[in-house]
C-alpha cells in the first residue's frame, strides 16, 4: 500500500486490441491451412509462447516464417486503423490518476504499432483511441528492452527508469504474462479483468478489478 508509482500495461488495459493481434496472425496460419484456435492462443500466450511453432511444425523455413511475420504487421496495422479499439474511461481514469502518481506504460507492443495508435507516426491520433501517452512520465516499448513479458526485465527497466523500490509501484495488468512478469520484477500488481484473458491464471495478483474505474477507486482512497 502507500503506491507513488502505476506501470500500466498497454494492449488489453488502455486500448482493446488483443483480438486484433490474434486475428491478424489467425489470417496468416490459415494461408498454410493452419487454424489456430483463440483457446490454444490464449493458454500459450500466458508463458510467451511463439505462435510460429505451427508454421515451423508445418515445414516452414525460417524466411517463411519472417514473410508470415511481415503480414501480420501489415494486417494488424490495417486492423487498428478500421476498428474500435476503445476502452471505456481508460482516458478519464489516466488523467485524474495523473495527478497523483508518476505513471509510465511498459508494453510488449512494437514501436510501430504503439506509434500508429498514439498518433505518433506522423498520422494523426484516431478520435477513438484514448489520449492516454501525455499522462505518462515515459513509455518502455518492445525495442526499449531485450527480454520481454513474462521475463521481468521491462518491468525491472521501469523501476530503474524513475529510480525507485519495488514497494513503491503498483503494476497495472491484464495477463497472466503481464503478472508473471511483474511478480518476477517483485512488484505488486492489480489485475484488470478483460473478457479475451478471463481464462488465464491470476491467483499471483495482488488486487484484481472489474475495470479501470474500480481501480480508480482503489488507488484514490488507499
Known sequence: MGYTHLLFDHDGVLVNTEPLYLRAIQEQLATLDIALAEADYILNM???ADPWILARQAGCDEPAI????????????ELLGSTPIRIERAEAVVAELAAHFSMAIVTTSRDEDFDLIHGLAGEPRTSDTP????????????SSYTNSKPDPEPYLLALARFGIDPSQALVIEDSERGLRSAVAAGIDCAAIYHPFTATQNFERARYRFPDLTALQHFLLNQ
Do not use: C, S, T
Open 46 to 48: 500466458a508463458v510467451g
Open 131 to 142: 489520449d492516454v501517452v501525455r499522462h505518462m512520465d515515459f513509455v518502455l516499448k518492445r
Open 66 to 77: 519472417d514473410r508470415l511475420r511481415g503480414a501480420r504487421d501489415r494486417r494488424y496495422q
